[in-house]
């Protein structure tokens, strides 16, 4: 009894996808994979950026903004960022 599964005709192209990009990973030499991390990482905040919903999310965690010394100090700091990600961000800020 024959029973057709749902995955058959994409398993193969499915499969092939998986093994053409392990290859590309383990013959690529790290200093050509660290630039495609950092560019997708980037690129994903900047998508991110992108979508009015997040926008408040991302101004508060991905913004830096300096503590200013003075009431509430403490306060500030919890809800400063870090450089690093202002950095990130500022492809948001270029575009």
Do not use: C, D
Request: hydrophobic content about 45%.
């Amino acid at each position: 009894m024959g029973q057709s599964s749902y995955w058959g005709p994409l398993k193969t192209p499915i499969m092939r996808l998986y093994v053409v990009g392990q290859e590309y990973f383990l013959n690529t030499p790290p200093a050509h994979l660290a630039p495609v991390g950092l560019i997708g990482v980037m690129g994903t905040v900047f998508l991110a950026w992108k979508v009015k919903r997040w926008e408040p999310f991302m101004r508060k965690w991905w913004l830096h903004r300096p503590v200013i010394l003075g009431s509430g100090a403490a306060r500030q700091w919890q809800n400063s960022v870090t450089l690093f990600t202002s950095t990130v961000s500022t492809v948001y800020q270029l575009t």
